[in-house]
């Protein structure tokens, strides 16, 4: 202040004019795009070439099909690796690596497989049926430790090879260079989703033998892309598989994984043409997107087969009490759920997602958001609510724990549980704990009392959902997947015939009257099946959400990058461009 | 103890007035501002979300029946207004209540260290200089997952518990310069017991020093309850506070700017203030400095 009472009047109107120049320039500088800043060149038809630039949040640990079990190292496996068996755009099961569906034997026990011919590791070493024996013997010996197990079980001669017992499974038999045949201890009809899971997939032995525990660093696989370069923690580099099997794929020549890239920068640099397709936005952007008629053309939202819910623990008071249970899965209001989460969410009351076997809209004991229903079920429980006040906010009787995920959207479900339940005398405290911290004690017998959880398909069938989160086969001392330690012989029961049931009609029966059991005893209060949007540049092209793998970018093309031209000018051309150049070209 | 001089050096520093107006306000928008708060903080609102879109209400929506929102909602469709007074007063609690007792440490063991000299003023000294050389944040945190409750005094107590070093290391040294002091000796001669000198004549001589960095230290708890509560580690929702709203209204920093500006302009308010009267403090209290 002392400064300018001392210069002369002329510097302060000079010091002012610029201040008003800044002003102006700050007002021309440009608000953030209405639409892309790109199109697309308007090809009709395919073209090879381009890079391909996507995003995750967090960091990569490695790219091994037979360990790696998340959506983030997905992402870069599925372009790494291939298997027997995969799905198409539709979520069907298709042959993929075999050249066609495998032959079952009458007894529903056998499937033997025949490999595609002309196929190649990335190495240029061909693929033979030996390759695929090894490659399952490897993700299922107990030294690999493996999350796929489970799917495998019903192996023959699992159990011997795990104990040491025998040098191959017995299960898995080479017939000849091209075939190969799997044998099953009872039928199973799980068997070839699991045949299409990342855990079987083939991976050449000597690479595996070569780079040992780091191997997962060094991937090498049949797939589209091979790795180029890695810039840990920063990005990842993909380039086309010169021996790919597909003539003329993959279209781009290369795909860039940026890593650790929160949604809110990610977004800003997907608006200014840096990241070609986004997967994940915050509440504000989502909202942007939605009402930008310019973007319109470039996202879709589709539903997740998912579902998430409120998991109460049936071995611990005050959830032992299936009235309580009942009661929560009545008191939760799912429509303002949906509402708050900006409809991105699809309230449900039951177990089994829409879309899967076993689903039916108007299911018997479907969960319903009703108070009296609520109310009722807590007095049947011994519970009686006064609410001296008249406020629709009764004297609590109850206080429980509730987990939630650390971060904003752990804590707004927790708050929708909070403000629910208070309405039913229940008052809720929330435990924020990270996701390790989670997943281990959630999964402990007599430790949580109760949680905000969810499952994501595995595979498109309802054994995904309900074997394995209401099943008492998945309560073990640790890592139980059945959060809830619900447990029902008579459900099991069914969920065991169904397994196995080859009439596909019966079978949705089967689930359908298990679904209605799990409803009706409410282990979760189940809340809603997400939904998710993926927005891309408009040069991105035949791009369409994959029905079982999120994030699935080995089949579009890009139709004549513009942005690679601007990429070319360089450091001036970053600056222009901020000026507002490229929106002027044609 | 206070010079008549100061406060009329007090009123002359014009950043002292400031930080004493923004302090003022502040305080008045947390002791006060809650009990004219228009909402529940906790209640989610009908009206609070938008039925089309889902989106929070923007500023000045008016609920039929029910009130205006001033500073429009938040994402489960709260009061923002309400929260942020509310917010106000837990963080300000939290580091008063930190301060409160990193002040009442730092002078303890300041004194006392300074003295009583010899192997306890080692102990604390090098005590010292370890938890100084622990990044405090990270130590924090560790010590929240230890405790694993989120409540209000077991921020204070871990925040409080990890700030008074530097405190206790000026307490020392003014101490060491205080019992040197002619009529401290003098009193030492005619016998009085350790109690009386410290109480009578080392404490009121170290208590300015405590005063101003008492004062830059809110500031600091406020910084630090921000941080925690942003990190998910402070209070337990749905208690607002300064920080866990900005946690959660970062998300909606484009579409409803109001989310993160409020909070963050009250937090900024406050340091402000504490800063600048710590400050203004310690030009009157200390003119030699």
């Known amino acids: 202040m002392c400064s300018i009472r001392r210069t002369d009047a002329g510097l302060a109107k000079r010091l002012r004019a610029s201040l008003l120049l800044g002003a102006l320039v700050g007002a ?37 099909p037979h360990t790696s079990f998340d959506e983030l190292s997905n992402m870069g496996i599925k372009l790494l690796f291939e298997g027997l068996l995969d799905y198409d755009a539709d979520g069907h099961l ?33 693929v033979t049926a030996e390759d695929v024996r090894w490659s399952l013997e490897r993700m299922l010996h107990p030294r690999v430790g493996s999350p796929g197990l489970t799917f495998y079980t019903n192996l023959e001669g699992l159990d011997a090879y795990r104990d040491g017992r025998a040098q191959h499974i017995a299960g898995i038999r080479v017939i000849d260079e091209r075939t190969v045949a799997f044998r099953l201890r009872a ?125 109460m623990n049936c071995e611990l008071p005050p959830f032992d009490n299936v009235h309580v249970r009942r009661a929560v899965a009545h008191a939760i209001d799912r429509q303002r759920w949906a509402r708050t989460r900006l409809y991105r969410i699809r309230p449900t009351g039951q177990p089994l997602p829409p879309g899967l076997l076993g689903y039916r809209p108007d299911l018997p004991h479907t969960q319903r958001f009703d108070l009296e ?34 971060g904003p959207t752990g804590q707004v479900y927790g708050e929708l549980v909070q403000s629910d339940l208070r309405r039913i005398g229940i008052t809720v405290q929330l435990k924020p704990v990270s996701f390790p911290v989670y997943l281990r004690e959630s999964g402990k017998p007599r430790t949580v009392q109760s949680l905000m959880t969810g499952w994501s398909q595995d595979f498109p069938d309802p054994a995904d959902f309900l ?63 997400s939904m998710k949007l993926d927005a891309w540049q408009p040069y991105v092209r035949d791009y369409r959400p994959h029905p079982v793998w999120d994030n699935y970018y080995a089949e579009l093309w890009l139709d004549l990058p513009r942005r690679r031209i601007a990429r070319q000018v360089g450091g001036g051309g970053t600056a222009l461009a901020w000026l507002g150049w490229p929106w002027s070209l044609p | ?99 409160l007792l ?47 409750r989120p409540d209000l005094w077991v921020l204070c107590l871990v925040m409080g518990g990890l700030s008074w070093t530097t405190l206790a290391r000026v307490m020392r040294a003014k101490t060491l310069q205080v019992r040197e002091l002619e009529y401290v000796q003098a009193a030492r001669a005619l016998g009085a017991p350790a109690a009386r000198l410290l109480l009578r004549h080392v404490l009121p001589n170290a208590i300015q020093p ?80």
């Not at chain 1, 011994?382 to 650390?406: A, F, H, K, S």
């Not at chain 1, 619900?486 to 397994?499: I, S």
């Not at chain 2, 502040?26 to 938008?50: C, H, K, M, R, Y």
Request: hydrophobic share 40%; glycine share 10%.
């Open chain 1, 28 to 64: 021309g500088c440009p608000s953030p795009p209405q639409g892309p800043r790109w199109q697309g060149a308007g090809s009709p038809t395919p073209r090879r070439g381009g890079t391909l630039v996507f995003h995750h949040e967090s960091d990569v640990r490695g790219f091994d």
């Open chain 1, 94 to 126: 298709v042959p993929r690596l075999a050249e066609a569906m495998p032959e079952v034997s009458d007894d529903g026990l056998t499937y033997t497989f025949r490999l595609r011919e002309g196929i190649r590791f990335a190495s240029g070493r061909p």
């Open chain 1, 187 to 311: 039928p199973d009809q799980t068997f070839l989703y699991a045949m299409a899971m990342t855990f079987a997939n083939v991976v050449p032995r000597e690479n595996v033998e070569r780079w040992g525990a780091e191997v997962a660093r060094h991937p090498v696989g049949t797939g589209p892309y091979v790795l180029e370069s890695w810039e840990p923690g920063v990005r990842v580099v993909f380039r086309r598989n010169e021996h790919y099997w597909r003539p003329g794929r993959p279209y781009p020549d290369r795909q860039i994984f940026e890593l650790n890239l929160s949604r809110e920068p990610a977004f800003l640099r997907f608006l200014n043409g840096e990241l070609d397709i986004i997967h994940r936005q915050s509440p504000a952007d989502y909202l942007y997107l939605k009402r930008s008629p310019a973007w319109r053309p470039y996202w879709v939202q589709r539903p997740s087969i998912d579902l998430w819910g409120y998991a």
């Open chain 1, 373 to 406: 229903i609520a109310r009722r079920e807590m007095a049947l429980a011994g519970y009686t609510l006064r609410d001296p006040d008249g406020d629709g906010i009764p004297e609590p009787v109850l206080t429980v724990e509730m987990w939630i995920g650390e």
């Open chain 1, 467 to 529: 074997d394995i989160l209401f099943h008492s086969r998945a309560i073990h001392d640790h890592d139980s997947e059945n959060r809830a330690f619900y447990r029902n012989p008579e459900l099991d029961a069914l969920l065991d015939e169904a397994r196995v049931e080859r009439d596909r009609e019966r079978r949705g029966r089967l689930y359908e009257r298990a679904a209605s059991i799990v409803a009706r005893d409410a282990p979760w209060a189940f809340t809603f099946n």
């Open chain 2, 1 to 99: 103890m206070m010079d008549p001089r100061a406060w009329r050096r007090f009123r002359r520093n014009r950043g002292a007035i400031v930080g004493l107006a923004l302090v003022g306000l502040v305080n008045a928008v947390a002791w006060i501002g809650p009990a004219f708060a228009p909402f529940d903080p906790s209640e989610q609102l009908e009206g609070g979300t938008d039925p089309q879109t889902g989106a929070p209400v923007p500023p000045g929506t008016h609920l039929a029946g029910r009130g205006t929102l001033w500073l429009g909602a938040d994402e489960v469709g709260r009061d923002e207004l309400s929260r942020l007074l509310a917010g106000t007063r837990i963080s300000l609690l939290v580091a008063f209540g930190a301060t």
């Open chain 2, 102 to 148: 990193a002040v009442a440490l730092g002078v303890l063991i300041g004194i006392l260290a300074g003295y009583a000299g010899g192997p306890t003023d080692t102990v604390a000294m090098r005590s010292i200089d370890l938890l100084q050389s622990l990044p405090f944040l990270l130590v924090a945190i560790a010590l929240n997952r230890v405790i694993d």
């Open chain 2, 210 to 289: 405590a005063l101003v960095l008492g004062t830059t230290l809110v500031a600091q708890m406020i910084i630090f309850e921000s941080a925690m509560s942003y990190l998910g580690l402070g209070v337990r929702p749905p208690t607002p506070s300064l920080g866990s709203m900005l946690h959660s209204g970062q998300q909606w920093l484009t579409h409803q700017p109001v989310l993160v500006l409020a909070p963050s302009a009250l937090i900024v308010a406050t340091v402000f203030g504490f800063n600048l009267l710590g400050e203004g403090l310690r030009d009157v209290l200390d003119p030699k400095d």
